[in-house]
Structures are given as structure tokens and as C-alpha cells.
């Protein structure tokens, strides 16, 4: 996914200039890494980034950002924060990756079809793991991992090994996690024990009861200490 994106530099820093940033529809954000020795402060839409973040690739896009109108960088989205009521940009952090080296990044996983243990079997589609850690080239960062689950019948499922064939990615989680298998819909077993109880109670069975007081005749009565 090609994504373009503008931003201003800005010169004042705090609270105040923050929300003078958002007052005329722009969200304070940080570009670190590069020649930089520290971040560089930005202004930028909210908006868009609000976009990129929703995209099928979220945090894992890799952005042409272009700072004061120049030739633009790649860049990710390091980190940002979103208003706890309205859920709206408050700030957003990006950085400069190396483009020759590997980083680790979070995939969701995606499933398709219905699963031939669902359609003809009456089982469940139990969806187990829908992320997985992988280490990749940030140019090579897939948008999601993909799995056919129409063949899978009951008893069946698709282990993160089970996807290595000719992807570009290697994986950093164990690879013989369980992404999706198809199990068999469960019986409720019969309450025998309850059954048992009930029928006692209807035959007229009653708990012992422990009688204190008078003795039974031909019994001494019990002596006080």
C-alpha cells in the first residue's frame, strides 16, 4: 500500500501550543531517527493519519512522509495516542526505519471460506490466533496473513509452520502455534447425579436428623459436666 503524507514543522513545544495545534485541525506529532539527534517536532491532519491507521496494513504502513513541502522519507508509525472519550488523534510518533534491515512487526490474521467441517459435518470454526509476530524487511511488510479454511474438517487446523512456503517473512512467533482448526460441537451430558437426587427426594428419603433433648426410653440421660 503506497501512502503519501504531509506535515509541517512547528516551533513551539508544550500544552498550549498543542492545543492551539488542535484547534486549527492539526495534531502535534515527533519524526525521530535519520540525521536527526533528537525528534523533530511536526504538525499534521489528523485525518489522515486517522486513515493509515485504519487500513487493511494500521501501524504497519510504510509512509512517504514529506516535511515543509521537500522530497519525502519512509517513515512508520512509532507510537500515538488517541482521546479517551471522543477517540480522536491527540498526538501521533513516527520514526525512520532502516530500509536494509529486518524489524519485527504484528500481522493480523485472515481467514476464508467456510470450512467443510462447518458445512457438512456440523462442526465449529474455532479462530485461535488472529496475530502473529514476524521479522521482515519494512518494505516487505505483509497487510495481513491469509488462510483457506474451506477444506478443513473437523479435527483439522493450520499451524503458523504450516505458511512458510515462499513468504517473505520469517516467523518470530513459535511456529507451531494454532492459528484455526474446526472441532466437533459439544454434547451436553445428562445430569445423572441431579436425576439421582431428585428421584431420592420423590421416594421420600430424608436426612438424618441429630435430636437433642429427652433421652429415648431406656436410654440415660445425658449428664451435664
Not at 524487511?137 to 483457506?148: A, G, K, N, Q, R
Not at 518470530?172 to 431420592?200: D, G, M, N, Q, R
Request: charged share 25%; net charge negative; with cysteine.
Amino acid at each position: 500500500m503506497d501512502v503519501t503524507l504531509a506535515a509541517a514543522t512547528r516551533d513551539g513545544l508544550g500544552k498550549n501550543e498543542a492545543r492551539r495545534l488542535r484547534r486549527s485541525g492539526r495534531v502535534p506529532a515527533v519524526l525521530y531517527g535519520g540525521d536527526s539527534t533528537g525528534g523533530v517536532p511536526l504538525a499534521v491532519d489528523p485525518e489522515e493519519v486517522h486513515r493509515i491507521l485504519h487500513s487493511e496494513s494500521g501501524v504497519n504502513t510504510l509512509i512517504a512522509l514529506s516535511v515543509d513541502g521537500g522530497d519525502s522519507s519512509q517513515v512508520m508509525v512509532r507510537e500515538f495516542q488517541l482521546d479517551p472519550i471522543g477517540n480522536t488523534l491527540l498526538h501521533v510518533d513516527f520514526y525512520r526505519p532502516a530500509l536494509d534491515k529486518v524489524i519485527t512487526v504484528t500481522v493480523p490474521v485472515m481467514l476464508a471460506g467456510e470450512p467443510a467441517g462447518v458445512k457438512q459435518q456440523g462442526g465449529l470454526l474455532d479462530f485461535v490466533q488472529r496475530d502473529v509476530q514476524v521479522e521482515c524487511l519494512p518494505t516487505e511488510i505483509p497487510e495481513h496473513i491469509h488462510i483457506d479454511v474451506s477444506e478443513l474438517l473437523i479435527g483439522q487446523g493450520v499451524r503458523l509452520r504450516d505458511l512458510l512456503e515462499g513468504v517473505s517473512w520469517t516467523p518470530v512467533s513459535e511456529p507451531e502455534t494454532l492459528l484455526v482448526h474446526v472441532i466437533a460441537p459439544k454434547v451436553e451430558e445428562e445430569p445423572e447425579a441431579e436425576e439421582a437426587a431428585a428421584e431420592a427426594v420423590e421416594e421420600g428419603a430424608q436426612p438424618e436428623v441429630i435430636k437433642k433433648g429427652k433421652a429415648e426410653a431406656g436410654e440415660e440421660p445425658a449428664q451435664s459436666q
